[in-house]
């Protein structure tokens, strides 16, 4: 069976947040964190990141437990998200979603007045 632990509702909060994206385990849920804090459907880009993150944990759980993958893939992914979100001091959290902030910030208005970024990011 693929998930159904929580009666696929996991999967339909992250889709009805976050545009149809759908939540999944390890990289490629979490990697696309970025997409989820772009919709920002919580009007708080770090908040809609956590959701996002939280959701594609709940979904690993789901998975694990109804035989889809190991328990090793679903301890990575808790891991995972531990170190990112539990495991880092509150002015390290601040100083990475201004940094991220700033990225953003920047990509827009590269897009805004198109400006090409050169190959090795400048």
């Known amino acids: 069976m693929s998930g159904g632990r929580f009666n696929y509702l996991d999967g339909s909060l992250a889709s009805e947040m976050f545009n149809y994206l759908s939540p999944s385990y390890g990289k490629s849920g979490f990697g696309l964190a970025d997409q989820a804090r772009r919709i920002n459907h919580l009007k708080d880009r770090q908040i809609s990141e956590l959701c996002w993150d939280l959701l594609c944990l709940i979904y690993s759980f789901d998975w694990m437990v109804s035989g889809d993958t190991c328990e090793e893939t679903y301890a990575e992914d808790l891991k995972y998200f531990k170190e990112k979100w539990l495991q880092v001091s509150p ?15 920047k990509e827009y208005l590269y897009a805004e007045f198109g400006i090409e970024e050169d190959k090795d990011g400048k």
């Open 91 to 105: 002015a390290n959290l601040t100083k990475r979603e201004v940094d991220k902030t700033v990225a953003e910030l």
